[in-house]
């Protein structure tokens, strides 16, 4: 037996050593050097008085220097605290910054693997690579990451020609209707991927451009839940649809899913050429008895709303639009304007307006931040006041101001 296997056996025999040794090797892989010291403060009697005899008097505090220069005044003299500590826990010490190195390279070989796995795919895993979500993952579970890389692209080369059911599309990809429910990693990856491969920049926070980037791909994450809620609006489908027809001559509201709206090839009002959109659903109950064209969005830009807007503005169609005056519904405005230019109108919806909603609500800091992102000229007055006052008003304190208006003004549709 050689003199460090013979020192091993001697250590590991004085059980008494074992916890200052693990300190030694934790304090040599942080320090990637024989250097500082270990408080025995803590350490039990037994463990105290041991290190007491190795050192010939009683110690607080252990320097892995002094520890290597005792060891040196032993029958173990020559061999290192190094070789010493690697030889007892029968492993090489590894310091953190090698540790750490070893990690990157193979964090490297992983990514690299895959690019080279998924070739058609490389551009978009290159970025990917980067993205805090798939870092988390990698650290988290390696394998479950790379099953959610692969499903994803096994999607993107299976992409529908026509318009399909994300359920059923996860189930055909991968054996498993929610593999793309988008709370999940394989669902957020795929967005990823549809994102960066999209003509538009979509805001993958909003749940209604979210809806739209499926859309555009067609996958459809919902269209029975998803509907638009109506009144006064025509439309055709091979000729006048019935059920729209019905609902135009009886002032009937309807909640149209997406999936009746997407047959559709026109739309239009069924007198005049304006369309009111509301945000809320008891502001579109209140206004119905005036008999115009009316549509709710109940608070946001749904897909199947979208999808009839789009329809209405094809005909030429001016929509006037009237919302909350929180920061929500001040984004909801300019993006109906951006999307539509100059056939919105903006309708009872300026400072004047929101002053007359007497606010009172007060809006925390989270969510008036929501205002930096709001930049539509027609909005800044409005933006401003909201942000001096930290308050929101409600549309259905205009609610009678509207109703009057459209009663007083037959023209007006």
Request: proline content about 4%; overall charge neutral; hydrophobic content about 40%.
């Amino acid at each position: 037996m050689n003199r460090l296997d013979e020192a091993v056996q001697f250590f590991r025999g004085e059980r008494s050593f074992h916890r200052l040794f693990c300190e030694m090797k934790k304090k040599y892989e942080s320090l990637g050097r024989i250097g500082g010291t270990i408080s025995v403060a803590s350490f039990s009697m037994e463990e105290k008085d041991a290190i007491a005899s190795f050192f010939g008097k009683e110690m607080s505090r252990v320097s892995l220097a002094a520890f290597e220069q005792q060891l040196a005044n032993t029958k173990f003299a020559g061999i290192s605290l190094v070789e010493l500590l690697s030889s007892y826990f029968g492993e090489p010490l590894v310091t953190k910054k090698e540790q750490q190195q070893q990690a990157e390279q193979e964090k490297e070989a992983y990514f690299t693997r895959l690019i080279h796995t998924y070739r058609p795919q490389r551009d978009w895993l290159m970025e990917m690579a980067n993205q805090r979500v798939v870092q988390l993952a990698y650290q988290q579970n390696p394998q479950a990451l790379e099953a959610a890389i692969s499903a994803v692209c096994r999607a993107l080369e299976q992409l529908p020609s026509t318009y399909v059911r994300l359920p059923m599309f996860a189930q055909k990809v991968a054996n498993d209707p929610h593999a793309f429910d988008l709370h999940t990693l394989a669902g957020k990856l795929l967005l990823s991927a549809l994102q960066f491969y999209a003509d538009t920049k979509y805001d993958l926070s909003s749940v209604e451009d979210v809806n739209e980037l499926l859309q555009s791909y067609r996958l459809l994450r919902e269209d029975v839940l998803n509907f638009v809620t109506c009144a006064g609006v025509m439309a055709e489908k091979e000729g006048r649809h019935p059920v729209f027809a019905a609902a135009c001559e009886t002032n009937t509201a309807l909640n149209v899913p997406l999936r009746e709206v997407m047959p559709l090839t026109r739309a239009y009002p069924s007198i005049g050429n304006i369309v009111f959109i509301v945000e809320n659903a008891g502001v579109f109950s209140t206004l119905l008895d005036t008999n115009v064209p009316l549509i709710s969005t109940n608070g946001q830009l749904n897909l199947a709303t979208i999808w009839l807007l789009d329809l209405l503005v094809k005909e030429g169609v001016a929509l006037y639009y009237s919302g909350d005056f929180d920061p929500e519904g001040l984004k909801m405005a300019q993006r109906l304007v951006e999307r539509y230019g100059s056939s919105v109108r903006l309708w009872h919806y300026d400072r004047l307006d929101y002053l007359a909603t007497k606010p009172t609500v007060p809006l925390p800091d989270e969510r008036l931040a929501k205002l930096q992102s709001v930049t539509l000229h027609d909005l800044q007055p409005v933006k401003q006041e909201m942000l001096r006052r930290k308050k929101a008003g409600y549309q259905e304190a205009l609610v009678e101001a509207l109703r009057k208006e459209i009663k007083r003004n037959v023209d007006f549709v």
